[in-house]
């Protein structure tokens, strides 16, 4: 939940809203539709950009002094994750792909 108000979908980068709840906050705000296809292509994950835009932000900060090693435990797990999901799913993955996904690793355990 985002301050009590939303239920969000967890991604190994971070939660992302539910369409429902940003369709009815667009139309709130603009007066206009927020389509499930447009939800679908913004909040799609596309795992490959993310794992170079990691390994460049590891590689960055690798040079630089007094990083705490939590950063880079969270950029590797991240990563390790991505990798997980896409060898799950695919290179990309919608929002409803994840909520599958988790849903999936769940009954396993």
């Known amino acids: 939940m985002h301050l009590g108000k939303v239920k969000t979908i967890w991604t190994p980068i971070g939660h992302i809203p539910k369409h429902r709840d940003l369709s009815k906050l667009f139309s709130e705000i603009t007066d206009k539709k927020y389509s499930q ?22 590689a960055e900060f690798a040079t630089e002094q007094d990083i705490p090693n939590e950063f880079f435990h969270t950029l590797d797990s991240w990563r390790r994750d991505l990798i997980a999901l896409k060898s799950a799913v695919g290179p990309v993955v919608t929002p409803d792909q994840i909520i599958d996904y988790v849903a999936a690793i769940r009954k396993r355990q």
Do not use: E, M
Request: proline share 0%; aromatic share 14%; no cysteine.
């Open 37 to 58: 296809a447009t939800y679908t292509k913004q909040f799609s994950l596309y795992i490959d950009n993310l794992i170079k835009r990691i390994d460049l932000s590891t």
